[in-house]
């Protein structure tokens, strides 16, 4: 099964990934993620990432797209996975679309988690993420046991660079402008499929177990 996330930032796209690769047992492959592990790691990547990311901007395309194109091919992908944060772009998509057509496959589901702008700068400010295994948190919704140390591995959590308020109404106006006309690009594929992502973590993760099957 092979399905791309769409939403705002923070609309709650890498909680339900992960969510979903572990019901589903494939790969969840986050382009932040990878981004902020070159930048932790000090790679030219990072390097040229970092300062896009800092002012909210998106990466160009051409330090994306072969990167993403490479991961999807590796063997762990072969019974597919969840892509979160990619596409962004109309070119990121189409350039999607073009390698996987080259292997006679294509996407099965774009899932929109739907959040209005209103809702998305709180839930940024109380994020937690955890830069070690990717984790997010929320301080009031999702908390973790132990403040500000991750369940999952035991790391430091971090509130990220650019989830300061004015950075983030920054991400939500790109988003809007470069991200949003994907909803339309993918429902004309007939593939797009929509959640309301204001409910519970809990049952947006139920609406798209009945979209996506046992
Ligand atoms: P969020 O989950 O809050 O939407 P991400 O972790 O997906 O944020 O992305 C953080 C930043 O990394 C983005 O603001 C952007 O600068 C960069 N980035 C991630 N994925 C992409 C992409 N596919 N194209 C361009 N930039 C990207
Ligand atoms: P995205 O990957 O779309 O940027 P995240 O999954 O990182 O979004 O979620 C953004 C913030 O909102 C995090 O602090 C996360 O813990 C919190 N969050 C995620 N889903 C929900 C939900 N259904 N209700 C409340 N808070 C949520
Ligand atoms: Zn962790």
Known sequence: MKIIMLGAPGA???TQAKLIADQYQIPHISTGDIFRANIKNGTE????AKSYMDQGLLVPDELVVDLVVDRVAQDD???GYVLDGFPRTIPQATALDEALIKKGTGI???LNVDV???????RMSGRRACVNCGATYHIV???TKVEGICDRCGSELILRDDDKPETVQK???VYHEQTQPLIDYYSKAGILVSVDGTKDMMEVFADIEKILGE
């Open 171 to 173: 991400r939500l106006n």
């Open 116 to 122: 209005p702008d209103e809702n998305i700068i709180r």
């Open 77 to 79: 992908c072969v019974n």
């Open 141 to 143: 919704h999702i908390p």
């Open 45 to 48: 990547l990072g390097k040229k």
């Open 108 to 110: 099965d589901y774009a």
């Open 12 to 14: 709650g796209k890498g």
